[in-house]
């Protein structure tokens, strides 16, 4: 079975543009994630969608948003980029139930110039 | 919000050595997993371990979630096992520790 899918694997905007990041989780998984990891540090979560609802929120501005379609795939926005919006973006999804076990994606990379 | 702290942060070992890397948690979680990230940046799930222990080979972790912390060993390292090693813990969201970065050296 495929594990965790995300595109694309680079990324190279210029400050003030707008990105779309794309997850397609493992078959059967409903829950899906997001989390920003920059150079030195632990991943931090930005959203969680769960049958299409969101979940979770972490503590990042409104230019970050997501939404996940029918077939349980997801797509992180973020507008605006930054500097600081430099980091690799990752992905994972859970299965049906409470307390499921996390599987990652290899994640996009985003350099902002 | 909750937080969780790893520790050693660096750790350096010969090849053949063994290792303890602990992660420490501030709150009742409902779950926590080992991650090792590769040089790619690849996550790899080691662990889903919220409480008891669990053996995989050479490595094995240990959840004490009454005492809020858990332990990962690694035995007879390899240069395979270099990276970066993270915990992290559900607490309605999932949190991650800052890591434990391990450099085995043949």
């Known amino acids: 079975d495929a594990g965790v899918t995300q595109s694309p694997t680079h990324l190279i905007k210029t400050r003030g543009q707008h990105v779309t990041l794309r997850c397609s989780p493992i078959?059967?998984?409903?829950?899906v994630s997001w989390y920003q990891q920059v150079l030195g540090q632990g991943p931090q979560f930005i959203f969680q969608y769960y049958e299409k609802e969101e979940r979770g929120r972490g503590n990042f501005p409104d230019r970050f948003s997501a939404r996940q379609f029918p077939n349980y795939s997801s797509e992180l926005n973020v507008n605006a980029l930054l500097l600081g919006d430099s980091a690799l973006y990752l992905c994972?999804?859970?299965?049906?139930?409470?307390?499921?076990?996390?599987?990652f994606g290899d994640g996009t990379r985003l350099s902002i110039l | 919000g909750i937080q969780v702290e790893q520790s050693p942060p660096d750790l350096i070992l010969q090849e053949g050595a063994n290792s303890t890397l602990r992660c420490n948690f501030s709150?009742?979680?409902?779950?926590l997993q080992w991650f090792h990230q590769n040089p790619w940046g690849q996550l790899i799930n080691l662990f889903y371990i919220p409480s008891g222990t669990k053996q995989n080979g050479r490595l094995s972790a240990t959840t004490v979630a009454t005492e809020r912390y858990s332990l990962l060993y690694i035995s007879s390292s390899q240069t395979t096992d270099s990276g970066v090693y993270f915990c992290a813990v559900d607490f309605n969201k999932f949190y991650f520790g800052s890591g434990t970065k391990l450099n085995v050296k043949p």
């Open positions: 078959s059967g998984h409903k829950s």
């Open positions: 994972a999804s859970s299965g049906t139930g409470d307390n499921q076990p996390q599987h």
């Open positions: 709150d009742s979680v409902n779950n």
